[in-house]
């Protein structure tokens, strides 16, 4: 217990004092780091987006435009803190920070490093004490993520409302509808990876994963995944399903009164989530720090230790997913409001309850000894009776609904 | 420390719970709600029931009072209400009365059971503080198994209550369009 403490950053038991300073030390870097990450982030996005619209992007601010970010930080910072008139201020003023703590919160829970080969089990020994390389590896884990995930909704949702103007409400009420929606697919597709993993610790998580064919995204079978991508998407209100920001229909969405260091946390926080939300992505589904290995030949980096090389792994890994998001938004369209709504509540919610389903009868099956494709079959079957009776609904629904003369 | 914690945590849900029946602003005393249902997450935290706290932060912080906002913020009502006149003459008196008498039976089950709440270690199991999966073990083996039937009547009538809904909102509505026509 003693030895496992800067685990547990809770402190249960008698404080130490090199396992508090291990944690102090531990929520700096990951302040900072999760800081850089964001600063890089907002670079990263304005480049790579440049280059796939023939652009040149941010180039006079340091070497490529890399301090970019830091200057527009610095200006920001210099404006003038406008509170309109009808707004609630001590409302005006708390928003910001319920968008920007939760964006944070969640990078305490991602493994950041460590080595997971072998029985090692990702601990690293740091000045005499065994602990992880992330900042906090409670037991429940991944359901931490998604409770902060819905706790993020409330800064948008409060700073809309507390402009008290009609804008931002109309964007604040969108996003907010859209957070709760996607929430579900969001958390039934997480559900799949505990279901095979049999875990919710983040570590564990990534324990589990330590060959190619391991990793989560086949096990599942790859639809949660891809579920995910598309939850994690409109959790973030990005591009296609920034509709929050839908500058043609609501100016500037939910933030439109905000200037300022106000504007500034809820734009960092927007980039913080979306760099979190791809390491949440590769820690479930793509091994984390875990380095790419098929049966028993490793991908070794080399000159560099095994737990930094975890930190390389992750950051190459995340990369990837940051330029798909980027992508994204080079790419596709906005979605329209109504088509938003059907794709989380017909589509994704009983896809990712159905394939939830199959796994648990896979499982099932497997521990009494039932024929593998027999159950398979079945399983499939009565998804595909259920899923003929969800269309049956809607056809009447909306046949009952254009009778009414109601568009939508 | 566990000292330290339960005083932050009941100071936190005490001003929550106080903000939510003296502030005027509807949202205001949402947002007091929120932080009531913080502190008990945190108490629960406090007393190794993880999973507990998750659950409460996401089905109470982040689905249940999000709606109570929603509904405000689409209702219009988030102006600060006027209090002079009384709707309903008998709700102030009868709410001392059933207030005194939640806290008197409240009070009258923590005295009856004192034995049993002050003998030390009692009521947690040593397991759940060993290891951590354990205590959602537990909780899942419990509610699948011993109590699988409660669990399945209340997900009924949740389901229930959500048809219902949708059956009254459609009827409404549908009346209200034969009388303007």
């Keep these: 217990m003693m030895q496992n403490l800067a685990i547990d950053p809770l402190l249960t038991g008698e404080v130490l004092w090199t396992p508090l300073l291990i944690v102090l030390l531990k929520v700096v870097v990951v302040f900072v780091v999760g800081l850089l990450a ?34 527009d930080g610095i200006k920001l910072f210099f404006k003038e803190d406008l509170i309109p008139e009808r707004s609630d201020r001590f409302v005006f003023k708390l928003a910001p920070y319920l968008a920007f703590v939760p964006a944070f919160l969640t990078f305490a829970i991602i ?74 697919a969001l958390g039934l597709s997480v559900a799949a990876v505990v279901l095979v993993t049999g875990t919710l610790s983040t570590s564990g998580i990534v324990a589990k994963q330590s060959t190619l064919g391991n990793w989560n995204v086949i096990v599942t079978g790859i639809v949660p995944f891809f579920i995910f991508m598309v939850a994690a998407t409109a959790e973030l209100n990005r591009p296609p399903f920034d509709l929050v920001e839908a500058e043609q229909e609501l100016v500037g969405g939910f933030n439109t009164e905000y200037a300022s260091f106000r504007f500034a946390l809820f734009y960092l926080a927007e980039f913080m989530n979306t760099v ?19 049966g028993s030949t490793t991908i070794d980096i080399p000159l560099v230790g095994n737990a930094l090389e975890g930190t390389i792994w992750l950051l190459l890994k995340v990369l990837v997913f940051l330029y798909i998001y980027v992508w994204f938004r080079a790419t596709l369209p906005r979605f329209r409001y109504d088509q938003l709504m059907n794709l989380g509540w017909k589509v994704l919610i009983p896809a990712s309850l159905g394939w939830f389903i199959l796994l648990a009868a896979q499982r099932v099956g497997q521990s009494a000894g039932w024929d593998r494709y027999v159950v398979t079959i079945s399983t499939a079957l009565v998804l595909l009776v259920s899923y003929s009776l969800l269309v049956l609904a809607q056809r009447t629904s909306t046949n009952e609904r254009k009778r009414d003369g109601v568009m939508f | 420390m566990e000292l330290f914690v339960f005083v932050c945590a009941a100071a936190m849900v005490l001003v929550g719970a106080i903000g939510v029946i003296t502030r005027n602003n509807p949202v205001h005393a949402a947002l007091s709600l929120v932080l009531t249902l913080f502190g008990v997450a945190v108490l629960f935290v406090a007393n190794n029931a993880h999973f507990l706290a998750a659950v409460q932060v996401i089905v109470y912080g982040g689905a249940i009072v999000v709606l109570f906002l929603f509904v405000i913020m689409l209702l219009g009502v988030d102006q600060a209400e006027d209090l002079s006149t009384e709707p309903l003459t008998v709700q102030r008196p009868l709410a001392l009365v059933v207030g005194v008498g939640v806290a008197g039976v409240i009070i009258a089950a923590v005295v009856k059971s004192q034995d049993a709440l002050f003998a030390r270690g009692a009521g947690i199991n040593s397991a759940t503080v060993q290891d951590a999966d354990a205590n959602i073990r537990q909780l899942s083996r419990s509610i699948f198994s011993d109590y699988v039937f409660a669990f399945e009547v209340t997900s009924v009538l949740l389901l229930i209550a959500v048809v219902g809904t949708v059956v009254m909102s459609r009827r409404q509505h549908g009346h209200q369009v034969e009388e303007s026509a």
């Design chain 1, 111 to 184: 493994p950041l490093g460590g080595d997971f080969r072998g029985d090692k089990d990702g601990l690293v020994t740091w000045f005499g004490h065994q602990t992880r390389v992330q900042l906090a590896d409670p037991p429940i884990g991944i359901l931490f993520a998604l409770a902060i995930s819905s706790i993020a909704i409330y800064g948008i949702m409060l700073a809309g409302w507390s402009s008290g103007s009609k804008y931002p409400l109309l964007g604040s009420v969108r996003a907010s509808a859209q957070m709760v929606s996607y929430e579900a």
């Design chain 1, 38 to 71: 964001t600063m890089l982030m907002v670079w990263f996005e304005r480049k790579v987006i440049a280059g796939m619209q023939n652009r040149i992007g941010p180039n006079k601010a340091g070497p490529f435009g890399i301090l970019q970010t830091l200057a």
């Design chain 1, 276 to 294: 979190t939300m791809s390491a949440l992505i590769v820690t479930l589904f793509f091994g984390g720090p875990q380095p790419i290995s098929v």
